[in-house]
Each structure stands twice: as structure tokens, then as C-alpha cells.
């Protein structure tokens, strides 16, 4: 029995990756099909993917031409599988005509004709595009705009702050079509908001965006009450529009590998997580901003709730507090089987790690993890230790710019990777917090 490989994205599967996977399959008569994850893609520079790795397999499964798939999960792998597999022959395209000669030490390479005149960047590009507007233009915006450049389908076209001088700025230094003089007139001319103004107009400016059919994409922290979140995400579905959270941390390579890892049981069952994060700001700004609650805490839960779920039985509190504003702010979280805390601070420095404990082993993530790139898996037996390394390209935003972009484009009610149960929770316990619910003072 001949036994062919072949690999690609199959991003928008089209003719063209039909017509490969035919012709791959008459090579032989056992078809593998290699299908890259999500990540792999990522580090190997395909940022503008439109599928997701489950519906790029669902895709080449239903041309019903593989007789196996397999994930292509990292670099050097072709070579494993083809001696896993006992592979005959590795089939690709013509683009790849010479790159991949060095497998020929294993099976034999065929490159087969590409079909002319189709390519998923061609259709990605017949996608229509995302006009975006900005509500605030500090410096959170800036990088915003900066990282949009990276996603495709998507531009930020025009701009809105009540200081009418930060705003020409701003369009000025991105090069905006359009400066707007008021709320209105920025929602006539975008489909799509992001809203980075400060925290305690998020709720207001959302509801506006989403009472005008506009799609959401609001910075942290979302809203402090309950009642809020649950107005603004009913309006989003009434208005059946995207209503998402811009926590970066939730959408970058590392945390979501490291999200799949640990459900896999890589380190036994969870029983606890430890994770901080701090930014010493002057006593002006603090108050600006609100405090180390809501200047951070929405970071620090996201692996609590990502791993433990929504069903805490109770949470307490520890704070110094200055002036009104906690400066520090220790939580720890009670679930039935598992417990969790979290530091943040403002006024108070803390290591911004992270450290996931199981029944095997434990996950360390160094400081910031919540910008990573990087995490070990440590077991009792240090033979077994081992790193993981991920892109965490410019500053991170870019992934959740694609996600957002993905949803309004194509999957208006698809998966997104922060859940509105998860968003809920942690604006659950922002409230708690603001009702001074098992509150202790330092
Ligand atoms: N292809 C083709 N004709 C097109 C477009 C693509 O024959 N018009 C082929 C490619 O040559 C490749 C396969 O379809 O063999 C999958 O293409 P992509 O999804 O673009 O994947 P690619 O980036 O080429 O990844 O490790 C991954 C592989 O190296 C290939």
C-alpha cells in the first residue's frame, strides 16, 4: 500500500486545495492530510487565518478525500510523521517546488501543480472590510491602531475624545480618514467600535454603539455592576451584534495553549492557582483610574475562571486602602475542590507571575505571564520539565483584533475564547468588591 502526506492551512478551503488533495490522493492509496493549529500558524507568520483549526479539519474532512487527518502542530514535524506513518510519499503544491528536497532522506517528494488563479489571500481580501471607529485616543488606542495594521479586513477610519485637540491629534498621527466633532458623528461613519475611553464610561458609550446596530469591542475592565454587563449583552442580542471584551491576555498564543494544555490534565488535577499583577502609579492617577481592582483584577481572574469555571462558593478580600482607592488587594476564591488567589496592586509591588499546582506537577509563567510568550511544566522528576515558546508578536493586541474582526466578518454567533459566563463572573466579583462583600482592610 502506497501512503501519501500532504499538509497545508485549508484557510477559506477553495478549488484549488480540492484539487491538490485529488491529486495527492491518485499518488497513492492512503491519504494523510496534515491540518496546521491555529498556533503553528501563528509562528510560522500566517496571522490572517479565517477558520479556526477545527473548521479548517471539518473542511478537508468533508471533501471526504482523507482517509486520516492529523494536526501539524509544530516545525520538524513532517519529518516525525513521516516515520510514524510509514510514509511513501509527501505530496505539496508547486509554491513549495524545492523547499522541501531535504525530506526526500525519508519518502519521496512530489510537488503537483498549484491551480492557477485562487488562493485564500484572494479571497480573503474579496471579505469586506471592518470600518472601525475609536472612542478614546490615549495611549492604550495608540498601540491599538498600530496593531490593527497587522490584521487584514479590517481599518480604523475614524476617531472620537471630547478633547477635540487629543483627537485631531490622533487622526493626524495615524493618518485617519476622518476626525469625528461628536459621538453621532463617529457612529455615522463605522460598522465596528472599540471603546478604550475611560473605565467608567464604558457603559454608556457600549450601549450607545449597540442601541445604533454597532459591533463592540470594549477595553477593561467591561463594567463594574452586573445589571450592566446583563443591559448591554441582551442589547447585543437583540441588535444581534458582537459585543466582546478586549483582555489581551485571552487571545494570545501562550495563554491559550497553555489553557488546552492544563484541560488536557498535563498536570493532574488543578488545586491551585496563585497569580498577581502591579503597576505602581502615582496617587493622582490611582484615582483616575479607580484602584488595583479595576485597574488589574480582570487580568488576574481570567485563569482562575478559565480553569475553575464561574462556581466560586465565596470570595474574600484583603485591601490597603488609600484616599478611597485600594492600592493592594490580595482575593482569594473557595471552589469546592480548589482554591485561588490573586494580588494586585497600584500602590504595593508585587512579582507578576503565575503558578498553576496540580496533583502531577505544576506551570510556572514568569513575569508578566499575562503578556507570555514563554511557560515551563515543572514535575517532581526535573527529566521531565519542559518549556513551551510561543509568538507574542509587537504588543499582543493584534490577536484580539483578529478575533473580533473573524466574529463580525464571518461568525456572528461562533465560540469566542472569553465567554459572556466568564465575563459575567468576573464583573460578579468587581461587584462584590464595590458592596465591600467580605471585605477586610489592611
Ligand atoms: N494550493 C494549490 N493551489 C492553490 C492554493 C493552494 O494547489 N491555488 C495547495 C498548496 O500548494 C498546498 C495546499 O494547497 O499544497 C494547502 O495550501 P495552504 O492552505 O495555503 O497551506 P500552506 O501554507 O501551503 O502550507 O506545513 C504546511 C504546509 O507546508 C503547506
Known amino acids: 500500500m502506497t501512503r501519501v502526506i500532504t499538509y497545508g492551512t485549508y484557510d477559506l478551503f477553495h478549488q484549488g486545495h480540492y484539487n491538490l488533495l485529488k491529486r495527492a490522493k491518485e499518488l497513492g492509496d492512503y491519504l494523510i492530510v496534515g491540518v496546521t493549529t491555529d498556533n503553528f500558524d501563528l509562528e510560522r507568520g500566517k ?3 479565517c477558520n479556526n483549526v477545527m473548521e479548517r479539519i471539518e473542511a478537508v474532512r468533508a471533501t471526504g478525500l482523507a482517509d486520516q487527518i492529523v494536526i501539524e502542530e509544530y516545525k520538524g514535524q513532517k519529518i516525525d510523521d513521516i516515520l510514524k506513518y510509514n510514509v511513501n510519499i509527501f505530496a505539496i503544491g508547486s509554491d513549495w517546488e524545492g523547499y522541501f528536497d531535504y525530506l526526500k532522506e525519508f519518502c519521496e ?10 488562493s485564500s489571500t484572494l479571497l480573503r ?23 490593527s495594521e497587522n490584521v487584514t479586513n479590517v481599518k480604523v477610519v475614524v476617531s472620537y475624545n471630547p478633547n477635540q485637540d487629543e483627537n485631531k491629534k490622533f487622526c493626524q498621527d495615524f493618518g485617519l480618514i476622518k476626525v469625528a466633532d461628536s459621538l453621532d458623528d463617529l457612529f455615522d461613519s463605522c460598522d465596528s467600535v472599540y471603546i478604550a475611553s475611560p473605565f467608567n464610561t464604558h457603559y454608556g458609550y457600549c450601549k450607545h454603539a449597540l442601541l445604533l446596530g454597532k459591533h463592540v469591542l470594549c477595553e477593561t475592565p467591561f463594567v463594574l455592576r452586573k445589571q450592566e454587563a446583563d443591559e448591554l449583552y441582551q442589547l447585543a442580542e437583540e441588535k444581534q451584534k458582537i459585543l466582546m471584551v478586549a483582555l489581551k491576555t485571552a487571545y494570545c498564543p501562550a495563554f491559550c495553549h497553555l489553557f488546552s494544555l492544563l484541560k488536557s490534565g498535563i498536570i493532574g488535577e488543578i488545586v491551585e492557582i496563585n497569580t498577581s499583577s502591579s503597576t505602581i502609579q502615582e496617587e493622582n492617577a490611582s484615582k483616575q483610574h479607580g484602584g488595583s481592582m479595576v485597574e488589574h483584577a480582570c487580568f488576574t481572574m481570567l485563569p482562575v475562571i478559565k480553569l475553575f469555571g464561574v462556581n466560586y462558593r465565596n470570595i474574600n478580600f484583603y485591601s490597603k486602602t488609600y484616599n478611597g482607592i485600594d492600592l493592594f488587594t490580595k482575593a482569594v476564591f473557595r471552589y469546592d475542590h480548589a482554591v485561588a488567589s490573586f494580588q494586585v496592586g497600584t500602590g504595593v509591588k508585587t512579582e507578576g507571575n503565575l503558578v498553576i499546582s496540580g496533583t502531577k506537577g505544576y506551570v510556572y509563567v514568569p513575569a508578566p505571564w499575562w503578556r507570555t510568550d514563554y511557560f515551563e511544566v515543572r514535575y517532581e522528576d526535573q527529566n521531565k520539565n ?3 515558546f510561543y509568538p507574542f508578536v509587537g504588543e499582543g493586541l493584534r490577536y484580539e483584533i483578529k478575533d473580533f474582526v473573524s466574529s463580525v466578518i464571518s461568525n456572528p454567533k461562533g465560540t ?15 461587584e462584590q468588591y464595590l458592596k465591600k462583600e467580605n471585605l477586610f482592610e489592611l
Open 125 to 147: 481580501e474579496e471579505r469586506p472590510t471592518v470600518n472601525l471607529g475609536i472612542i478614546g485616543t490615549g495611549s492604550i488606542a495608540r498601540r491599538f491602531v498600530s496593531e
Open 109 to 118: 517528494v512530489v510537488y503537483l501543480p498549484r491551480t492557477q488563479g485562487i
Open 386 to 388: 519542559k518549556k513551551f
Open 416 to 430: 469566542s475564547k472569553l465567554t459572556k459566563n466568564e465575563i459575567m463572573c468576573m464583573v460578579n466579583v468587581q
Open 47 to 49: 496571522m490572517n487565518t
